[in-house]
């Protein structure tokens, strides 16, 4: 399965951005598709994850409320909303995808993914 993912660009804080992650291949394959963030000089860090059939998505405490996750099977993407966003939400922001089975309190790990998207940047000003 192979992923690009899209939207990022430039935002004042307070504003608002929807990445996009379209899966193409076997996509038949997938079971969760994941959103992590890298920002300068940090490790990577997971930011929210959901199913491929469109369950109630996991989210990291510095996300909730501002972010959303969804996903459109018929155009195999998953989006990422993201709302009142803040510098320090600044950062690369990757999509991933699990394919193998894998407890879904996994899913907040880097190690459950087998593929990952090139990345998208979200630069926000103060």
């Known amino acids: 399965v192979q992923l690009q993912a899209s939207g990022g660009g430039l935002v004042q804080a307070g504003g608002s951005l929807r990445l996009s992650c379209v899966a193409s291949g076997r996509t038949f394959r997938v079971n969760t598709m994941g959103w992590f963030r890298q920002a300068p000089g940090k490790e990577r860090e997971f930011v929210s994850a959901?199913?491929?059939?469109?369950?109630?998505?996991k989210y990291a405490d510095f996300v909730k409320g501002r972010f959303t996750s969804s996903i459109n099977n018929a155009k195999n993407t998953v989006y990422l909303g993201m709302s009142d966003l803040k510098p320090e939400d600044t950062a690369v922001y990757y999509c991933a995808v699990q394919l193998r089975y894998a407890k879904w309190r996994q899913c907040s790990l880097e190690s459950v993914y087998d593929s990952w998207g090139p990345g998208t940047q979200v630069t926000v000003s103060s």
């Open positions: 959901i199913t491929w059939s469109g369950g109630v998505p």
